[in-house]
């Protein structure tokens, strides 16, 4: 059975920073050759994309309001994805998610195989 583990949550004051980390298990979960990717969720609203690695960490993508704030890497080795997130706004407040896809661009929630449970961000002004 596949699982994806998020961890590395809190709350921190604006400006500050965070490094969230996705840790994927299960016996058969060929993690390298998955695309994965960042999402967020906050209180009232829809769950939207924040940034995507590819399978070799090769290429990264990110929604408009995190770019040159937040930074995706994986660990292969570790079966780990992590985002770093630096100049933290109170509306990065969140629970973020990562999610798991084959396909190289994922553009909709059915064409990710998994997903994690969420871990909360909360940033103060």
């Known amino acids: 059975q596949v699982q994806l583990v998020e961890s590395g949550g809190g709350l921190v004051q604006a400006g500050g920073s965070l490094r969230l980390s996705c840790k994927a298990s299960g016996r058969t979960f060929t993690f390298w050759s998955y695309t994965m990717d960042w999402f967020r969720q906050a209180p009232g609203k829809e769950r939207e994309f924040v940034a995507r690695?590819?399978?070799?960490?090769?290429?990264?993508n990110y929604t408009d309001s995190v770019k040159g704030r937040f930074v995706i890497s994986r660990d292969n080795a570790q079966n780990t994805v992590y985002l770093q997130m630096n100049s933290l706004r109170p509306e990065d407040t969140a629970v973020y998610f990562c999610?798991?896809?084959?396909?190289?661009?994922?553009?909709?929630?059915?064409?990710?195989?998994?997903w994690g449970q969420g871990t909360q961000v909360t940033v103060s002004s």
């Open positions: 690695i590819s399978w070799t960490g090769g290429r990264t």
């Open positions: 999610a798991a896809s084959r396909l190289i661009a994922p553009s909709d929630p059915g064409q990710y195989a998994y």
